[in-house]
């Protein structure tokens, strides 16, 4: 870690990052020598053929998987022995993550889909509450709390999901195709919505996109093609 400005803040770093599934298929190498760094405030997307590897990569980044070789570290601590308990303690505190479907929990209204990371902390439910609504009013739905994700529509449960990640206050969120299940115009309102949160409350994202219009409003764009990262 020499090689960045005096007081820019690293949220993550890979160096070297590989890894290939065993398959009865055959070897298929899902990341080769991946480096990457991430600065706090940084928005990046990246960009790939299905297939490419995107969706392992942000799984290895966001400490849900785990590389053959190479090292990260995330919110500047290496990451490399750290045990299970120890890496899911990081990721709750470090990172957030939007997926292309929202995984809400059906049964949970949006108030308390939001509220569920901080319950997971240990927090008390009413303060967990006043700050999922303070979430919920910030990507614009502070009159949906008491909706279930069945009464919602696509763009308005990928906006709970956003809002569930950042309730946390991660320093990056991860997104996989946050926008992909999304009419042009919803996916639109989406990436604006993206950006805004970026500028306001400084979260960094790393945003796997297939679109190119959205790729193109990102800081930084990498391509990923056959397990390699390099910058578009
Ligand atoms: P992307 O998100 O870019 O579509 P993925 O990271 O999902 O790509 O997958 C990259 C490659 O790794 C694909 O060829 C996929 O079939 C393979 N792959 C992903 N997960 C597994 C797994 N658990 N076992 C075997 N192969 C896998
Ligand atoms: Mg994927």
């Given at each position: 870690?020499?090689?960045?400005?005096?007081?820019?803040?690293?949220?993550?770093?890979?160096?070297?990052?590989?890894?290939?599934?065993?398959?009865?298929?055959?070897?298929?190498?899902?990341?080769?020598?991946?480096?990457?760094?991430v600065n706090a405030h940084e928005m990046v997307a990246v960009?790939?053929?299905?297939?490419?590897?995107?969706?392992?990569?942000?799984?290895?980044?966001?400490?849900?998987?785990?590389?053959?070789?190479?090292?990260?570290?995330?919110?500047?601590?290496?990451?490399?022995?750290?045990?299970?308990?120890?890496?899911?303690?990081?990721?709750?505190?470090?990172?957030?993550?939007?997926?292309?479907?929202?995984?809400?929990?059906?049964?949970?209204?949006?108030?308390?889909?939001?509220?569920?990371?901080?319950?997971?902390?240990?927090?008390?439910?009413?303060?967990?509450?006043?700050?999922?609504?303070?979430?919920?009013?910030?990507?614009?739905?502070?009159?949906?709390?008491?909706?279930?994700?069945?009464?919602?529509?696509?763009?308005?449960?990928?906006?709970?999901?956003?809002?569930?990640?950042?309730?946390?206050?991660?320093?990056?969120?991860?997104?996989?195709?946050?926008?992909?299940?999304?009419?042009?115009?919803?996916?639109?309102?989406?990436?604006?919505?993206l950006r805004?949160?970026n500028q306001?409350?400084g979260?960094a994202f790393v945003i796997?996109?297939?679109?190119?219009?959205?790729a193109a409003l990102a800081h930084r764009r990498l391509?990923?093609?056959?397990?390699?990262?390099?910058a578009a």
């Open positions: 870690m020499t090689d960045r400005a005096p007081g820019v803040i690293e949220v993550l770093r890979a160096e070297h990052l590989a890894k290939t599934y065993d398959e009865g298929a055959g070897r298929v190498e899902v990341l080769r020598d991946v480096s990457l760094s960009v790939g053929a299905s297939g490419s590897g995107k969706s392992t990569l942000l799984h290895v980044l966001g400490l849900l998987d785990q590389p053959d070789q190479g090292r990260l570290w995330v919110a500047g601590e290496p990451t490399d022995h750290l045990g299970e308990r120890k890496r899911s303690h990081l990721r709750n505190r470090a990172l957030g993550f939007v997926y292309q479907f929202h995984h809400l929990l059906p049964e949970f209204s949006a108030l308390d889909n939001v509220a569920m990371p901080l319950i997971v902390r240990r927090l008390a439910r009413d303060e967990a509450r006043k700050q999922a609504r303070d979430l919920l009013e910030q990507v614009g739905l502070g009159n949906r709390a008491t909706h279930f994700p069945g009464q919602l529509s696509g763009g308005e449960r990928q906006r709970v999901a956003l809002a569930r990640a950042l309730v946390t206050k991660p320093s990056c969120v991860l997104a996989d195709e946050p926008t992909g299940n999304l009419d042009r115009h919803t996916a639109d309102a989406m990436f604006e919505l805004r949160i306001t409350l979260t796997v996109t297939h679109d190119p219009a959205l391509n990923m093609l056959a397990g390699a990262l390099t």
